[in-house]
């Protein structure tokens, strides 16, 4: 059974209150709390474990080393790889993305090629693709979306090309709450391709919004490079994860360069170390992989099915009872199984920041703005969105505290 009264005991920051209110957290998409858990498995490395990582042969670094590499493995497991040389530590999802974009970008785009995207793309997943095409004199197509926030894939399909070098997508919408069908994108692009395989695209996924919410397995998704950001996974801030495939990893030059990613450095050239630590130059977040792989570790006993039962179930309920307010509009599929747990909305009359600002009075924590997705909001013809969004401590109970302060928000002052 999934117990949502006993999960929020492991979440300190739930006890405390926010102008004289029981903090109602609805922000997770922006970045989960930690559950006491990983801050104690942090604190634990920190106060009897901490060394430096590959670079000594004292009992501690070899220590630190081993759960640094072991926190690796866990996410390599977690992922669906059965190669933990495809896991490269970064900073976060922006990061990864960025490093592909700039070493496998810069070698492989050529004037001319073409990049494809979606509308809904956050702008980490939409701008380094941007100034990469801006660089190699290649050209960014964007895939536009139906009337109820999916990807047309009609319209995909048509601006899929012989030009196409790279797709670039989001398994998630952090605004829309879209849960693309990477499966089926797949399929569609090994039918344009089948007659050329040696021009078949790369394929990137943008997983920041997903593996939180439901099981995400690299070869399942038939993608060659994966990214996500471990704050959103319950983990810790600063730590990040590309997984690509390691053929790709072997054949990339290195994004940064210095200490730890080198072999052998000569006064006229450097031979390079191998993958992974070859894109991990200078010392990594220890603690931080350590803390997300704690936090990878809670999530699997929880069990990732039942997370996503469990917030599929709090996001129709705040769906049914959103749709009774008045002169508000929802962004995304109206159907909760093709959305992750999250709603975006706008009202008339109400600026976004102004109902954030009302119900942050009430202890009610939400999230105000274009959430890095200036292409889309556009589109959607507004200038900002507020956005609420569940985790696998939410409760039915804060959906309708959230309800009824912003049901009374709008007869207010609306």
């Known amino acids: 059974m999934f117990d949502v009264s006993k999960i929020r005991e492991d979440f300190p920051i739930l006890k405390r209150l926010v102008h004289g209110k029981p903090l109602a957290y609805l922000d997770t998409a922006a970045s989960a709390q930690k559950p006491k858990q990983v801050i104690e498995a942090q604190r634990e490395f920190e106060e009897n474990s901490y060394a430096n990582v590959h670079r000594g042969i004292h009992t501690l670094s070899e220590n630190a080393t081993a759960l640094f590499e072991k926190a690796r493995n866990t996410i390599a497991d977690f992922l669906g790889s059965n190669d933990s040389g495809e896991i490269v530590f970064v900073r976060n999802a922006t990061e990864g993305i960025n490093l592909i974009a700039y070493s496998w970008g810069e070698s492989n785009i050529a004037a001319g090629d073409e990049i494809l995207v979606t509308r809904m793309e956050h702008h980490a997943n939409f701008v380094p693709w941007l100034r990469i095409t801006q660089k190699q004199n290649a050209k960014l197509v964007i895939a536009e979306l139906t009337s ?192 992750g747990g999250l709603l975006s909305f706008v009202h008339k009359t109400l600026h976004a920041h102004d109902i954030a600002s009302l119900l942050d009075e009430e202890g009610i924590a939400i999230r105000a703005g274009h959430h890095c997705t200036m292409p889309l909001h556009a589109k959607l013809e507004v200038a900002a969105t507020a956005r609420a969004s569940f985790g696998i401590y939410t409760t039915k109970e804060e959906v309708e505290i959230f309800y009824n302060v912003l049901k009374h928000i709008i007869k207010r002052f609306a």
Not at 151 to 174: G, P, Q
Not at 224 to 252: E, N, Q, R
Not at 291 to 318: S, V
Request: aromatic content about 8%; overall charge neutral; some cysteine.
């Open 148 to 339: 109820s926030g999916e990807l047309d894939l009609e319209d995909f399909s048509r601006k899929l090309s012989k030009k196409t070098r790279v797709i670039a997508i989001t398994l998630m919408s952090n605004v829309l709450g879209t849960i693309n069908p990477i499966e089926n994108i797949v399929e569609m692009v090994k039918r344009n391709y089948a007659t050329n395989l040696d021009s078949f695209p790369l394929i990137v996924i943008d997983a920041a919004q997903a593996v939180p919410h439901f099981k995400v397995n690299v070869k399942t998704l038939e993608c060659d490079a994966l990214v996500f950001s471990g704050h959103k996974l319950y983990g810790p801030t600063g730590i990040g994860v590309l997984w690509m495939k390691k053929k790709l990893l072997d054949d990339m030059p290195p994004f940064l360069v210095g200490g730890q990613m080198i072999r052998t450095v000569y006064n006229d050239r450097v031979e390079y170390n191998d993958v992974p630590w070859k894109f991990e130059a200078g010392t990594p977040d220890i603690t931080g992989a350590i803390g997300l792989a704690t936090a990878i570790q809670y999530l699997k006993t929880l069990g990732i099915d039942a997370i996503f039962e469990h917030e599929k179930g709090i996001t129709a309920y705040a769906l049914e009872k959103m749709r009774s307010l008045k002169d508000l509009t929802l962004f995304g599929p109206p159907n909760p199984e093709k959305r």
